[in-house]
């Protein structure tokens, strides 16, 4: 831990104009091995010497990325030294810093509510009742396998055989109590295919200095904030057409054009095409193009903390064919690239997302901040706590 005497915010090491090339600099290897300190000392309980390392994190400008992390670490720690009234303004200070997003912004509204009460604070912070909102539950029942703290919990599934808590969701969902959805458990994994697939063109655009070599699957500045700057005529344009429901479209241009080229997040063997553009459909364009726009704006901050379960149902087929076919299992009918208007809207569905919680487990602050801006965008999303059965009772939903 000798290393965090060195000046972190030095130029020297690493001289160049773009801020995304940052990464390979000196300063950046110092940052990270430090922060790794971090942890050792709270593992140990060395609150102290943890608050001076975090204190000289924040006071240099590497990494800003985790200043957010930074942050609420310190909070933490000041709150176990007992320091809960320097924990508050660390929190509120954090707050004004336009680089810290997402979850950890959640996570320091959340403490500036808890300490914030009076006598501390008699003033109501202008985040308190989106804070409140409340967010949907349903709890099904399970049969436990395990009932042991530390390890996941399994269970028997609706269907007899071993699960665990999101395969056990999945069959809920599936029946008729659940709704009938088909779903798949990928956390991020669909969105961030989805997010490639969509914006192919933009990931790819002819930028300076992002892709330095022949076997990149993603440019440099994807996981920065240079990257919605550098782009962002092409980012809105790709945008409008995604709410403009055209993203069956998209989908079947780069399907056809690039697939089995890698790229970063994007999975070509886990879904069909049909299968994707079915999902697409009934996301609807304006909860798509809301997706798109979060990791187009912060891909780093929101490609995780996603909610496990994707869900989706189709509601109507104007061809009158059946609601299931051989290729996706979702609908009988081929979405193909068209002009015709008519034809572009070849059904109307639903989704629904949901974060899936075992007996033991609760919602993290990037999981929670996911939910409430997801609920903003107008999608559907909810939160399924699967809780032990009692040995005399079935599966029912309480």
């Known amino acids: 831990l000798a290393i965090k005497d060195r000046k972190l915010d030095s130029d020297n090491d690493f001289d160049h104009g773009d801020a995304f090339l940052d990464r390979f600099s000196a300063r950046w290897v110092y940052t990270t091995v430090v922060t790794l300190g971090v942890s050792v000392l709270e593992r140990d309980h060395r609150y102290n010497e ?13 990494c800003p990325g985790r200043r957010g992390y930074w942050t609420v670490r310190l909070c933490m720690n000041l709150e176990h030294l007992g320091h809960k009234e320097e924990s508050l303004q660390v929190a509120e200070v954090g ?12 996570a320091l509204q959340r403490r500036v509510l808890r300490l914030g009460k009076p006598p501390r604070r008699w003033r109501k912070p202008p985040y308190a009742d989106a804070m409140g909102k409340q967010i949907k539950e349903v709890c099904i029942r399970g049969r436990p396998l395990n009932c042991i703290m530390g390890m996941r919990s399994r269970f028997y599934g609706y269907d007899g055989n071993q699960c665990n808590v999101e395969e056990l969701a999945l069959q809920f969902y599936a029946g008729e109590e659940g709704g009938e959805w088909q779903g798949v458990h990928s956390e991020g994994g669909i969105w961030m295919t989805l997010f490639g697939l969509l914006m192919w063109d933009v990931l790819f655009a002819d930028v300076p200095n992002v892709f330095l070599t022949p076997f990149q699957t993603s440019p440099l500045d994807l996981n920065t904030d240079a990257f919605y700057p550098a782009r962002e005529g092409a980012i809105e344009q790709q945008l409008n057409r995604i709410y403009n429901e055209e993203a069956a479209q998209l989908l079947a241009v780069v ?7 890698l790229c970063k997040g994007v999975n070509w063997e886990r879904h069909s095409l049909t299968e994707l553009q079915v999902i697409a459909s009934c996301i609807g364009g304006p909860g798509l193009a809301a997706v798109c726009r979060l990791l187009s704006e912060d891909h780093a901050g ?9 869900l989706w149902r189709v509601i109507s087929n104007p061809h009158g064919t059946s609601s299931i076919c051989s290729s996706c299992h979702c609908c009988g009918a081929d979405l193909i690239p068209t002009n015709n208007e008519s034809e572009k809207k070849l059904m109307k569905g639903e989704s629904k997302l949901v974060e899936v919680k075992g007996p033991r487990d609760r919602l993290s602050e990037k999981q929670r901040a ?5 609920m903003d965008a107008g999608i559907s999303v909810e939160v399924c706590k699967v809780i032990d059965q009692p040995k005399t009772n079935s599966n029912i939903l309480s």
């Open 50 to 62: 943890a608050v001076e390392l975090l204190k000289l994190l924040l006071s240099q400008c590497c």
């Open 95 to 106: 707050l004004q810093d336009l680089r810290i997003r997402n979850g950890d912004r959640v």
């Open 255 to 261: 399907w056809s054009k690039w697939y089995g080229t």
């Open 302 to 310: 929101w490609t995780s903390g996603m909610p496990d379960l994707l």
């Open 370 to 374: 996911w939910i409430l801006i997801l």
